[in-house]
């Protein structure tokens, strides 16, 4: 059984900055598209950012390009997204997710496995 477990969200002022942790478990997702979504309240849940497995191919939506970075390890099975700069629009629950392809993770009902969630919340 996969679990993807997040870390890392938390309440931050705007301008500030927070690093999501996702660590996966059950079995080795490191020939994996990994990537982050988020959901704010009302809203569908949209892509954020994604990673191909090797971590030379990365993509990010238009919204938080030059702000977030992702990246990952794979001897210790972690994704990891740095957001900088952030933005009361930021704020949602952030998912990580992981799927074979690079180009179909950005999709949400491709996604394979889905973490919890974890909030992250940025003040005006």
């Known amino acids: 059984q996969v679990q993807l477990v997040e870390s890392g969200g938390g309440v931050v002022q705007a301008g500030g900055s927070l690093r999501l942790s996702c660590a996966t478990s059950g079995r080795t997702l490191s020939t994996y598209a990994m990537g982050w979504f988020r959901q704010a309240p009302g809203k569908e849940r949209e892509f954020v950012s994604a990673?191909?497995?090797?971590?030379?191919?990365?993509d990010y939506a238009d919204s938080v390009k030059g702000r977030f970075t992702i990246s990952r390890d794979n001897a210790k099975n972690t994704v990891y997204l740095q957001m900088n700069s952030l933005k009361p629009e930021d704020t949602a629950v952030y998912y990580c997710?992981?799927?074979?392809?690079?180009?179909?993770?950005?999709?949400?009902?491709?996604?394979?496995?889905w973490g919890q969630g974890t909030q992250v919340t940025v003040s005006s």
């Open positions: 997710a992981a799927e074979p392809n690079l180009r179909s993770i950005k999709l949400a009902t491709n996604v394979d496995y």
């Open positions: 990673i191909s497995w090797s971590g030379i191919s990365i």
